[in-house]
């Protein structure tokens, strides 16, 4: 399994983005599907996630701005970004699961495949 991530890039704050990922296989394969990010010096955290029935959770600090979503026919799962803070500059990657339950959505370590990030920047 491949995910390749991408969309990335620089914007400045107030303004939007969408990154996605491609995976080498169905998408229905995996029970949750996420985007992280990580930003310098920091740890990786959760941003957003969706299970195969189309639930989503979202991180506090995207909610409201963000939306994920997955398109089953093209094997991508998207994530939209909207009204973008400087805060939110960070390689953002996606990551898909077999086995993930709701209290491990956000562990990263339980997350089996991964994708290679993409690079958003948001200026001031």
């Known amino acids: 399994v491949q995910l390749q991530a991408s969309g990335g890039g620089l914007v400045q704050a107030g303004g939007s983005l969408r990154v996605l990922c491609v995976a080498s296989g169905s998408i229905n394969s995996f029970n949750v599907m996420g985007w992280f990010r990580q930003a310098p010096g920091k740890e990786r955290e959760l941003v957003a996630t969706?299970?195969?029935?189309?639930?989503?959770e979202y991180a506090d600090s995207v909610k409201g701005r963000c939306t994920i979503s997955g398109d089953n026919a093209k094997n991508t799962v998207y994530l939209q970004m909207n009204n973008l803070k400087p805060e939110d500059t960070a390689v953002y990657y996606c990551?898909?699961?077999?086995?993930?339950?709701?209290?491990?959505?956000?562990?990263?370590?339980?997350?089996?495949?991964w994708g290679q990030g993409t690079e958003v920047t948001v200026s001031s």
């Open positions: 990551a898909a699961g077999d086995r993930l339950i709701l209290s491990t959505l956000k562990v990263a370590d339980a997350y089996d495949y």
């Open positions: 969706i299970t195969r029935g189309g639930r989503t």
